[in-house]
């Protein structure tokens, strides 16, 4: 039997409770298949590690983590005591940066049980593959001057290696799919990254003759994400656009806090690290009501870059059948608790 080692980092506020649920369900999916197993090890990093020692996390985190299999994330954030730039680009942000986690995937689709704001949502299932490591969130810039002369410079960076890095893996995705991917731009505005873009999509998308292929301004791509979000398969988008269109997503699908995440070192040289899109949601922390379901699709997500896709595709099943059921938690429009949906999802798994 095949074990895993996955570092968990619960993180601040309902990431305290998701990440447990989760994890109740993933080792009852591992028992059930027989395949293999996991060996968790918890590592108490966020706000109030920060609020304790002054660092989100130790300096050796990035070495331990390199020692684990995958890390599972749950959320971070606690911001009425640390600034979320301190929190994010402390901990979240290091890590996908120095574990190279150059691609982020981030699916969205019509959950059986969960009615869209979509008048017409017709079935979509569609995955944005959002470059992770640059583009519109590249620390290049700067601050000059001060009062009415004072001047804010931010620079966007695109690399032909980055760039290529994540249109190929969509490509790669899409022909275990639908066979097609859509290329988020915005050249008819931004002077010079973007028609980069449009030129390293043209030139890789030569190599995928069999993949089809079509280009959209991102604003006119998330008006057909809310009007025809079934004609869409696999999405390429840049840092800022990918992050954008990932929660018109989940949006879509009736509630961003299901949300899942993977970001992905596809080399496989360091951990990959799985997270929900959800925030820490402080508010409600400590309740027993936070919902459960986006960080179980996360290990759902998991399971399929491990290589268990029939697994994970029984553990979604769940979840819609949950849903289904009318199973669900108070932001879903539910009565149920975290533990009440849980124990559905792993009754009917098993």
Not at 31 to 45: A, M, S, V, Y
Not at 307 to 333: F, S
Request: charged residues 20%; hydrophobic residues 40%; negative net charge.
């Amino acid at each position: 039997m095949k074990t895993y080692r996955i570092a968990v980092i619960p993180g601040d506020g309902i990431g305290k409770e998701v990440v447990p649920a989760a994890i109740k369900v993933l080792d009852q999916a591992a028992l059930l298949d027989g395949r293999f197993q996991f060996e968790w090890t918890i590592f108490p990093w966020g706000c109030e590690y920060y609020l304790e020692t002054g660092k989100m996390m130790p300096d050796n985190g990035i070495e331990l983590l390199k020692q684990y299999d995958q890390i599972f994330l749950g959320a971070v954030g606690m911001p009425n005591l640390v600034p979320d730039h301190v929190s994010l680009w402390g901990l979240l942000i290091k890590i996908r940066r120095e574990l190279q986690q150059f691609i982020n995937v981030r699916p969205a689709k019509l959950l059986q049980g969960l009615p869209s704001p979509l008048r017409q949502p017709n079935d979509f299932d569609f995955i944005v593959v959002r470059e992770n490591s640059e583009g519109e969130y590249a620390e290049s810039g700067g601050r000059i001057h001060s009062g009415q002369d004072e001047v804010a410079i931010q620079n966007a960076v695109f690399t032909r290696k980055g760039t290529e890095r994540a249109m190929r893996y969509a490509f790669e995705l899409a022909k275990t799919r639908n066979g097609h991917v859509t290329s988020a731009t915005k050249s008819n505005g931004i002077t010079y990254s973007m028609p980069f873009w449009d030129e390293v999509f043209t030139q890789v998308g030569k190599e995928y003759e069999e993949v089809g292929q079509a280009s959209n301004h991102i604003d006119t791509l998330a008006a057909f994400l809310v009007m025809k979000p079934e004609n869409f398969d696999v999405i390429v988008a840049s840092n800022l656009f990918g992050d954008i269109l990932t929660d018109l997503g989940g949006a879509i699908m009736g509630s961003i806090g299901i949300a899942p995440a993977a970001n992905l070192n596809i080399e496989g040289l360091y951990p990959s690290m799985f997270e929900p899109v959800h925030g820490s949601a402080p508010d409600i922390a400590g309740q027993g009501i936070a919902n459960p379901i986006g960080q179980i699709w996360t290990g759902k997500m998991m399971l399929d870059f491990l290589g268990y896709q029939d697994v994970g595709t029984r553990i979604l099943n769940a979840i819609e059948q949950t849903l289904a059921r009318g199973i669900k938690t108070p932001d879903l429009g539910g009565a149920a608790t975290l533990q009440e949906v849980t124990d559905a999802i792993i009754d009917y798994l098993t």
